[in-house]
């Protein structure tokens, strides 16, 4: 059996059927045209684009038109790199990732992306190969500032969190003052004053503060100091009403209370806000030589520990110093050690951070009297343990043993003089400021010789203990006066890095 053409009326016959049934193949549609010929849409946007690195948003708008007037919808159909854009329904192209021209994430590595753009009228499309390119964003060089001079003893920065670029300056003596670091101007009335409720002997004193992450409306903040019988606090402020620069003293609330007998030394005195809101508490193991009380390795003992509690609820009504709840996911929640413990075997974690970017944690816990260790922590790390007092750093100590249980130092230096060594690890933050060079760099210090270091984040990695020779010294030279006892680093709300010395001085790292 053979199937014949229809010959030429034949086709003409079922062309002017279908045409009167509103039917359509391939190329006729069935609406808004009344029968006519569907067209593709076109691109009308170019085939190319150059964009400067670190730009988010949209870096490019994709335009088409379609002759029949249908409504038009793009996305993404191929490229060598497609995964690194992402597109909205009306053709707005974006990075998933801001670009970095000095680390270019294209399939070539030149820094020109190649992506296939799709524009589709529910019938037809047509494709658009776009390449963007990625240019230099250049601000490489920078300087350093001082910004402050005539604090007495600061500590500890933070940022005043309501876009004013202003800083917190945490004072030994028991003061918390703001600084405009723009003018240089330091206010007149303190923020705080709490210089008569605490003992300042030793290293004691008002360490450490952190304010919540709703303190724009709520005001309310912490601090960690030694009051005058030695014991560590947690405590709990209220700005005064109406005046987020101005404490209330008479809101402040014991939260949680360390005792902390005998030595002065090693309270530790850092706390700060994780990425999951809970509130970080770095406890120093409670001092004297080689931790003679074991705190650092009791993991019953609130000391030589870095604390994890959720400031949020009160699981502890009856208790008027426990003013806290436990997360669930802290590693003695349920038994087995004090649920506040979030890792243990520190000596004194003094100055510390998170990453905004990685949610790493990053300790600088100052050694016994051969090495200083920079620890490092990614959230799923609890219960972590570095090994004081069986190990400083990497090497054992008292009689201890390398055991697989402790958790390596990610960085560690060596004391005496030399350009890479010291005698007081002062932990830093990892740079993500203006200055496209340093983004990435962990900087940190030694409190003693004044010593300033980096080195990429990418170089700290959990198991490993990267050598001194591995730091990249930084003579930060100032415009005035000069960098010596660094006891503290800080960052503004614009990721500007300031370095705050002992002797009363802040400067901060800029764009030249």
């Known amino acids: 059996m053979s199937i014949r053409s229809p010959g030429l009326a034949g086709a003409l016959a079922l062309s002017m059927l279908l045409a009167a049934c509103g039917g359509s193949g391939d190329s006729l549609s069935g609406g808004g045209g009344g029968g006519t010929v569907n067209r593709a849409p076109g691109f009308t946007s170019a085939g190319s684009v150059s964009v400067a690195e670190n730009s988010d948003g949209t870096v490019y708008t994709a335009t088409a038109t379609d002759p029949d007037g249908n409504p038009l919808t793009y996305s993404l159909s191929g490229g060598a790199d497609r995964t690194a854009f992402q597109i909205s329904s009306a053709g707005a192209l974006s990075f998933v990732s801001s670009p970095d021209f000095e680390a270019p994430a294209d399939a070539n590595g030149d820094n020109v992306y190649q992506v296939d753009i799709r524009v589709d009228d529910g019938s037809l499309a047509a494709t658009l190969s776009l390449s963007v390119t990625v240019t230099n964003g250049g601000a490489d060089a920078f300087r350093i500032r001082r910004v402050a001079s005539g604090f007495v003893e600061p500590l500890f920065a933070a940022p005043v969190p309501d876009g004013s670029g202003r800083l917190f300056v945490v004072q030994r003596g028991g003061r918390i003052r703001i600084l405009n670091p723009a003018t240089g101007a330091i206010a007149a009335q303190p923020f705080l004053d709490v210089s008569g409720t605490i003992g300042t002997s030793g290293e004691r004193g008002l360490l450490g503060f952190a304010t919540a992450p709703d303190f724009a409306t709520s005001g ?8 005058s019988a030695g014991t560590n606090e947690v405590r709990r402020f209220t700005t005064a009403a109406g005046n987020r620069d101005l404490a209330d003293p008479a809101s402040g ?20 806000f994780g990425p999951d809101d809970f509130l970080y508490i770095a406890s120093g193991d409670g001092g004297g030589t080689g931790d003679p009380n074991g705190n650092a390795q009791n993991r019953s003992a609130l000391l030589g520990k870095m604390l994890r509690i959720d400031v949020r609820s009160d699981a502890f009504p009856a ?7 436990i997360p669930s996911g802290n590693p003695f929640a349920a038994s087995g050690g004090a649920p506040e413990v979030w890792a243990l075997g520190l000596r004194n974690p003094f100055r510390n951070s998170f990453d905004t970017v990685s949610g790493a944690l990053l ?7 051969a090495v200083e ?17 069986l190990r400083e750093g990497s090497e054992p100590y008292n009689g201890g043993a390398n055991d697989a249980g402790f958790t390596l130092p990610v960085a560690e230096y060596g004391h005496g003089n030399g350009p890479t060594q010291g005698d007081s690890v002062t932990g830093g933050y990892v740079y993500r400021g203006p200055v496209e060079a340093l983004r990435g760099l962990y900087f940190f210090g030694d409190f003693v010789n004044g010593n300033i270091w980096s080195v990429p984040l990418s170089r700290l990695v959990p198991g490993q203990t990267l050598a001194a020779g591995a730091f990249t010294i930084r003579d930060l030279a100032p415009d005035a006066g000069a960098i010596d006892n660094v006891a503290s680093f800080a960052v503004d709300q614009s990721n500007n890095l300031y370095i705050i010395d002992f002797d009363g001085e802040i400067f901060v790292i800029e764009p030249a």
């Open 373 to 389: 260790e920079i620890d490092l922590m990614r959230p799923t790390d609890g219960g972590a343990n570095f090994g004081w007092n």
């Open 220 to 227: 309310v903040f912490y601090i960690y100091a030694t009051n």
């Open 253 to 272: 609330d014991v939260i949680l209370a360390v005792p902390h007998p005998g030595a002065s030394n090693h309270n530790g005195g850092w706390i700060g």
């Open 363 to 369: 300790i600088g816990d100052v050694g016994q009297g």
């Open 319 to 325: 208790d008027a110093s426990r003013d806290y709840a």
